[in-house]
């Protein structure tokens, strides 16, 4: 029996393989494969060693830079969506002009506002640097992080209020007609169901958050694009540098969405 | 306006003192110059943005009714375009894009010519955008109820006319909120373009920054401007919005 | 059809360079667009002013070349160079081995000292062990980078800016703790009003031709031995009839060519 279902396992996974290899797609392989191959051979990979030990350290720098602000961001835009669907004047006014100020502006104004700008007000005030925020403020990561976290939650602020507005009235009414309490309520019933309508638009915007990180690099934070630069600065190769980085940045997305289709996956089937 | 607070009273009296003079029109107030980094940003954004959409019909129309490997390389475009950072393709594009041109015009034996910065940066943004935008018609254009494609085919339309009669101004209401995204992400985009060294917006206001030393007074400027951009966009494309949606059944299906 | 194309663009080609050499020719000369007093200084019409680009305009004029000033961000301007988006890059890039095996230089058209700069309290010089633990700032690209990897290899950290200026304002906000730049920029900087208030000089650094280079020239591309020799002609032009020295007063109570 078990042997049967692995062989109608091994065929599905045959004849779905054999679908995608049309001939002009194996063409397609064939011609990309020779680009790949040429490129290896033809174009300047020597540097690579020396700056391996660097990019290692800035492609954890981005990835944790992704990891970090996308969650934080996540965790700050379920409030503020939240409170622009139900909440009093008072709370919703001030998110909803959070989300358009944000948003209405470009990350990296934001970014280097926050560094620069900032820190042009350090030298006024002395007592700054004797407190315990000074290590945290004397730093460019926290910068970064605190901008992404920002603009992530912003956007994200605005797909979840789309979310928790579209989740079914009568989901809602028959969790009060149960007798749950708000929390309770919001807890298992808005947020999972808000959270599953918005997944994919999620997926999506995660995606925009990665291609968002290369900004840190102007405020001196060391991640891949930065570690891309340095090789570009010290040795003045043009192409190799940032062809590699688009590969890397292509591998990490390709690895993002398949995260997110898994989790999709996960989200039981909807009745209606 | 004294609060009694130090640090609050020191911070507006310089805002006071300085931001008028900082920001004046005409030298040697900055403001002229923020100003012409914004038309030259709505120039390039509109640049991209239109050089996107037609990028993006011709897309989308390849992806829909094209051959396999059209549609293979079409998909293999709009990936990696959408994945990898626009940093890394204004980078590639700009440097690595007219190198190439320059390259193959000599080898062809023709002159080289000289890409004006503002063009090359229309050019990169607008492939990025195209890249989105196929998607977003794709999309819109499938969104188009069948009947009206068989009734044209019907009629004996050939396919241009076909384009300009049905499929083009019946799949804009569909379009229309997907390519406002993109107009909005374009206005924000030309900012990256600061890093490679174009004259707009973003790039003013740093050289303004730097010169003066007065980073607050100009990022804070620089993002009224932006979002001033922003909501007189939004304003436009809600008229926009309706206007595509004349004639239309009300109450969709 | 390609071939009375390619005798029609000859033909063009021959009619354009018998015009050009009645008039100046084109040359594309890359910058840097950041605030570099007193070398490049933006000015709120959006002119560029300062001692190099006097400097250039006076070499551009006796070597007759029509100069264009072309922004490039600094880390960019050597690939423009070589991707012959400009022709000549002059915006105080000083000449080192390294860069001589990708671009070739002009002859040097001014020299000066390297210094550190740190805050007002801190009292350290400007070597290895005065600098041992300190956040040091440099421009991304530049032979003051270079120079602080190998020799300030204790130093707790090395920030590289995309601007000089970016250095100076962290320096200002107390980011880092030091910062190396060429003498004359920071003295600049030192004479604002916000250097004057926040650091002063902490020295300068021990000579190292090899890293820092015998001074600045224009950079140029390797095969471009015509303009090197036009250029070359030019600077020593413009440095006997006194055009320099004319040049170098309105800015400086010192000759900044170096020995």
Known sequence: ?272 | ?253 | MLKTLKIAAAALLIAASGAAMAKAEPLKVGFSPEAYPPFYVADAAGNWTGWEVDIVNAICAEAKFECELVPIPWDGLIPALTTKKIDAIMNSMSITDERKKTIDFSGKYYNTPTAVIGPKGQTFDATPEGLKGKIIGVQVSTVHANYAKKHFTEAAEIKEYQTQDEANQDLAAGRIDATQADSIALDAYLQSDQGKECCDLKGYVAEDVEVLGPGVGAGLRKEDTAIKERIDAAIKAIRDNGKYDEITKKYFTFDIYGG
Request: charged share 15%; hydrophobic share 50%; net charge positive.
């Open chain 2, 1 to 253: 306006m004294h609060s009694g607070n130090e640090p609050i009273d020191a911070i507006i009296l310089q805002l006071q003192a300085n931001i008028f003079d900082l920001l004046a029109l005409s030298p040697p107030g900055w403001g002229g110059n923020l100003m012409r980094g914004l038309f030259h940003s709505i120039l390039i954004a509109v640049g991209a943005f239109g050089i996107g959409i037609l990028l993006g019909i011709g897309g989308a129309f390849g992806k829909l009714y094209g051959g396999p490997v059209l549609r293979d390389l079409l998909e293999l475009y709009t990936t990696v375009m959408r994945a990898v950072p626009e940093l890394v393709l204004i980078l590639l594009l700009y440097f690595a894009g007219t190198d190439l041109i320059n390259r193959v015009l000599e080898l062809l034996g023709y002159q080289r010519i000289d890409i004006n910065g503002l063009v090359a940066g229309i050019c990169v943004l607008g492939i990025v955008q195209g890249a989105y935008s196929t998607e977003v018609i794709r999309g819109a254009i499938q969104s188009i109820p069948q009947g009206q494609i068989e009734a044209a085919r019907a009629y004996g339309m050939s396919a241009s006319l076909m384009l300009r009669r049905i499929t083009l101004p019946a799949m804009l209401p569909f379009a229309i909120p997907g390519l406002a995204n993109l107009w909005l992400i374009a206005t924000k985009d030309t900012a990256l373009l600061a890093i490679v060294g174009f004259n707009e917006l973003t790039q003013e206001t740093r050289t303004a920054a730097s010169t003066t030393k007065a980073y607050f007074t100009f990022f804070l400027a620089a993002g009224v401007l932006y979002l001033t951009l922003t909501l007189v966009s939004n304003v436009i494309i809600a008229r926009i919005e309706r206007w595509s949606r004349r004639g239309q059944p009300v109450g969709g299906h």
């Open chain 1, 1 to 272: 029996m078990a042997g049967r279902v692995a062989a109608s396992g091994a065929i599905e996974v045959a004849a779905k393989t054999s679908l995608w290899l049309q001939p002009h797609r194996i063409g397609l392989v064939a011609v990309g494969l020779a680009l790949v191959v040429s490129a290896a051979l033809f174009m300047r990979w020597d540097w690579v060693p020396n700056y391996a030990g660097l990019a290692v350290q800035g492609l954890w720098r981005t990835i944790w830079i992704l990891a970090v602000t996308s969650v934080l961001g996540f965790l700050l835009a379920i409030p503020i969506g939240l409170v622009q669907v139900t909440g009093p004047a008072w709370l919703s006014w001030p998110a909803y002009w959070f989300c358009t100020v944000i948003r209405g502006t470009p990350l990296l104004l934001q970014l280097w506002f926050l560094y620069y700008g900032l820190g042009s007000l350090f030298p006024q005030y002395p007592w700054i640097r004797d407190s315990f925020l000074w290590p945290y403020l004397r730093q460019a990561w926290p910068y970064a992080v605190v901008s992404l976290t920002i603009s992530y939650a912003a956007y994200e602020g605005e797909v979840m209020r789309g979310a928790f507005a579209g989740v079914a009235r009568g989901q809602l009414e028959a969790a009060r007609a149960y007798g749950m309490s708000r929390w309770k309520l919001f807890r298992r019933i808005w947020l999972p169901q808000a959270t599953y309508r918005a997944l994919p638009t999620l997926a999506g915007e995660t995606v925009q958050q990665l291609k968002s990180t290369p900004l840190v690099a102007t405020i001196t934070v060391v991640d891949i694009y930065a570690v891309a630069s340095r090789v570009r600065q010290e040795t003045f190769i043009v192409y190799e540098p940032l062809l590699l980085l688009a590969v890397i940045y292509l591998c990490i997305t390709g690895i993002l969405v398949f995260a997110f289709r898994k989790l999709e996956a996960r989200i039981p089937a909807r009745l209606g």
